[in-house]
């Protein structure tokens, strides 16, 4: 079982904030985020424009939500399939015949061969633009930690007492899983699944900074970052919405794995 300490508690908060307003923004204001309207360009927040308009009269509400619910919609797929990709093979390279465990040392050196960006941006380039492109990607990248976590302490659990005297009882490999080797993995795998989500959408962010991530006029942080540098004099609250967006949701992940979790 997991005990969040202080901080932590305070980075789930934040992040049920920014989730709920992700989710609930296109619900307060009606309207569109990729409908143009050119005689509203650079509009400063008002009561018809919350956030402002952009420099194509887009509704910086509903464009900050839409790029938000990308961000998330990506963490949380890259967090999922990571830690179920890395902690199976993990466990089953500990457990299994130890050409396994050599067959899976050999993929990761290979994988850890290139950075993890030179990677994602290779994806990225085969299908430009493409949302589960990037996802495939950066979960090809971010499995390996739990991969490793799983397996270091699955290895020094295969030999403990409680794990010797269930299998001499006959309880079978799932029970042994459930019950010896996924309460210890646990902990550290909600530190790495945290980091691992601001790694994601930071990445993501990055790609699209660079203009071979999401491309327009789909709403993405870093995309949206680049858009409207050139008008940071002229309407300074517009540059400044996706860069406060893209550090809260880094922030929010950032302290919820901090601490200790038992």
């Known amino acids: 079982m997991l005990a969040l300490s202080t901080t932590q508690k305070s980075g789930l908060a934040l992040l049920v904030l920014l989730i709920a307003y992700a989710l609930c923004a296109p619900l307060l204001q009606a309207g569109d985020a990729t ?26 509400w509903l464009r900050l939500a839409e790029a ?14 990571s830690a179920i990709i890395g902690v199976t093979a993990g ?11 050599r067959v899976m040392d050999g993929i990761v050196t290979m994988i850890l061969a290139l950075p993890g960006l030179v990677l994602v941006l290779i994806f990225a380039a085969i299908v430009p633009g493409s949302f589960w492109m990037l996802y495939v990607a950066i979960s090809l990248i971010q ?18 007492p409680a794990v010797q005297s269930s299998k001499l009882m006959g309880f079978g490999e799932w029970y042994i899983f459930r019950r010896h ?16 989500a601001a790694n994601a959408i930071l ?9 071979v991530g999401i491309q327009p006029p ?25 860069l406060a967006a893209l550090a809260l949701v880094v922030l929010a992940c950032q302290l919820m794995g901090r601490g200790k979790s038992l």
């Not at 938000?68 to 399939?81: E, F, N, R, Y």
């Not at 466990?91 to 465990?101: E, H, K, S």
């Open 35 to 60: 409908t143009q309207n050119l005689s509203q360009i650079l509009t400063s927040p008002n009561a018809d424009y919350w956030l402002g308009t952009d420099h194509f009269g887009r509704n910086m």
């Open 68 to 81: 938000m619910q990308l961000s998330l919609m990506m963490a949380a797929l890259c967090v999922i399939t």
């Open 91 to 101: 466990v089953l390279a500990a457990t299994r015949a130890p050409w396994f465990d």
């Open 143 to 160: 499995w390996i930690e739990y991969f490793r976590i799983s397996r270091a302490i699955t290895q020094r659990l295969t030999q403990s």
């Open 181 to 196: 080797y996924f309460p210890a993995i646990m902990p550290p795998l909600f530190t790495i699944a945290a980091f691992g």
């Open 203 to 211: 990445m993501m962010a990055s790609l699209g900074f660079v203009y």
């Open 218 to 242: 789909l709403a993405e942080l870093g995309l949206m970052i680049v858009e409207h540098f050139p008008y940071y004099s002229d309407a300074p609250w517009l540059l400044a919405q996706p």
